[in-house]
């Protein structure tokens, strides 16, 4: 989860490192560092933590070494912000058609279409974006694909209608994702995870169906674990989903899927009740626990273990 921590050229500060060694007090498994500019034209927010360059590694490998003296493996996250900024943060602002992204909690500026060589060139940043990590002691990279950032732009329909390779249909919108997977793996020993809309949740936008589809492509290319949570229109919840575990039900259809690797599925999730419910029902494999973790990680991990499990 964005900290909003980070210098205004992206690296980490003290209260950064701060920040993550107090998440792992949680007991999770695995803390997966926020969101992290790949390029400068990818970035979202004033104070977003960068790995957009070399002089990003000290900052994060004291993150990586944070967690891992918790006893937890520690992930990263790889993103571009694609068309979901604001001019004054990104004036570079560019997606894969030039069309503005859909939010639900804001109106967003057009933003430039790409050409080819923009799109090699964030493939190219997600590749180095990841060795950074690897270089700074994380054990996995997960690429941010959901929440309506760059790639999900890439891989949506709703806004990607380029006639190269990269447009056009869902092998030809998940291509640029195929192609950071199969490099990075290539490239460094990184385990790899995609974060993943389990649809898009918006008109005409990619379905449960298609998303299958996508995370197949992305298992055979490499990918070891799919996260699942929303797509274009952003992480929040959408108005119809209530109660614990409201995008479970996308986790579940994935998990059906049978890829292979495990899932990971998140929403509202904060008792262990409700976790031993949904392993045993196959909902999901893991469980991602957001903001029940941020408000107190000592205080989730003593009432979770405590808490009796279900009958
Ligand atoms: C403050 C905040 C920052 C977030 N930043 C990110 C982020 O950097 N990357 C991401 O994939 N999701 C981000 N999210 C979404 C969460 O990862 C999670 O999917 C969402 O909060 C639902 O889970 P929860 O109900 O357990 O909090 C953020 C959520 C919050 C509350």
């Known amino acids: 989860m964005a900290s909003q921590t980070a210098s205004t050229d992206g690296l980490a500060t ?31 927010e004033p104070n977003q933590l960068g ?42 602002l560019e997606a894969p058609s030039g069309i503005t992204v859909p939010a639900y909690d804001r109106v967003l500026p057009k933003p430039q279409a790409m ?11 997600f590749v180095q974006g990841a060795i950074r990590a690897e270089k700074a002691g994380f054990d996995f990279v997960e690429l941010h694909c959901a929440h309506g950032y760059g790639l999900n732009q890439v891989l949506s329909p709703v806004t990607n209608k380029r006639t190269d390779f990269y447009g056009g249909n869902l092998q030809d919108r998940a291509r640029l994702m195929i192609e950071i997977v199969q ?3 290539k490239e460094t020993k990184l385990n790899i995870m995609v974060r993943v809309p389990g649809q898009d949740l918006y008109p005409d936008g990619l379905s449960q169906t298609d998303m299958a589809e996508v995370c197949r492509l992305l298992v055979e290319a490499g990918v070891g674990i799919i996260d699942v949570s929303s797509g274009i ?39 262990h009740g409700y976790i031993e419910q949904a392993l045993q029902n196959q909902w999901f494999d893991l469980a991602a626990v957001g903001r029940a973790v941020l408000q107190g990680p000592q205080q989730f991990q003593q009432r979770v273990m405590k808490e009796p499990l279900p009958a």
């Open 233 to 271: 229109g952003g992480w929040n919840r959408p108005k119809d989903r209530r109660g614990e575990g409201y995008l479970v039900s996308e986790s579940a259809y994935l998990k059906k899927a049978n890829l292979g690797v495990p899932i990971i599925g998140v929403g509202g999730i904060e008792t």
């Open 51 to 92: 790995a957009h360059d070399d002089k990003c590694i000290p900052g994060l490998q004291q993150i990586a070494r944070a967690i891992h003296e918790k006893g937890a493996k520690a992930g990263f996250q790889l993103t571009h912000c694609g068309g979901k900024s604001q001019l004054d943060v990104c004036p570079d």
């Open 115 to 125: 050409t080819l060589d923009d799109m090699y060139a964030w493939r190219d940043a």
């Open 14 to 44: 003290t209260t950064t490192i701060e920040h993550y060694a107090n998440l792992a007090n949680s007991g999770a498994g695995l803390v997966i560092v926020e969101y992290s500019y790949v390029m400068p034209s990818g970035k979202s």
């Open 183 to 185: 490099t990075v793996k």
